[in-house]
């Protein structure tokens, strides 16, 4: 029998169209990249096939970033998975670091945030441990306070928040990039904790 989960935390490798989502200019390297070049994604089809409902408790809350031009995508995703979209966790204020503000090009506006969704099944209020938990994520600038420096890499401070908001119940991070004490893990890059 598969180990089940309270929380489920993920950062699901998201496939772009081709054209202004696809491309990346880093600062100072002066050419485009593909989102390809950074790191592997994954259909849509592909993530919702994923027997994610097996290692979900019946309590279970689901914390799931995406980016804006993905949103649809990610409540499609948080349904194929058994979840029910209740609101945004968690922004991410973006920040260079010098502590400048980050932008990113986007087909309207210069994206300079990314969000956690949660969705839940079950009853996940029960298992609630604080209120004071804020949404806005604004990390020590210290890339290493951060996670790293690679593309894509999440504040750690959201798994930290996340910890605090539930207490200490089982929690696995899907599409992990590193592993952490206290979370099982599953992902390409990573020593997984779980075959899915």
Not at 177 to 190: C, I, L, P, Q, S
């Amino acid at each position: 029998m598969a180990k089940k989960y309270n929380i489920i935390y993920a950062d699901p490798p998201w496939e772009y169209s081709k054209g202004v989502y696809q491309k990346f200019r880093p600062i100072n390297q002066g050419k485009d990249r593909l989102i390809n070049d950074f790191y592997k994604t994954m259909p849509m089809a592909e993530m919702k096939k994923l027997p994610i409902q097996s290692i979900s408790e019946k309590d279970c809350a689901l914390f799931m970033w995406f980016t804006y031009s993905h949103f649809e995508k990610a409540i499609e995703l948080c349904n194929a998975w058994g979840f029910k979209y209740k609101t945004i966790a968690f922004v991410w204020l973006k920040m260079s670091c010098n502590g400048n503000l980050l932008s990113n090009i986007g087909a309207w506006t210069m994206g300079n945030t990314e969000a956690v969704l949660i969705a839940t099944k079950g009853n996940m209020l029960q298992h609630k441990k604080r209120n004071d938990i804020k949404q806005i994520v604004m990390p020590n600038t210290d890339l290493r306070k951060r996670g790293g420096n690679r593309h894509s890499q999440k504040p750690n401070d959201v798994r930290e928040r996340i910890e605090l908001l539930f207490g200490d119940i089982p929690r696995i991070e899907l599409f992990a990039r590193k592993n952490f004490t206290g979370w099982d893990a599953w992902g390409n890059e990573v020593n997984n904790s779980i075959t899915l």
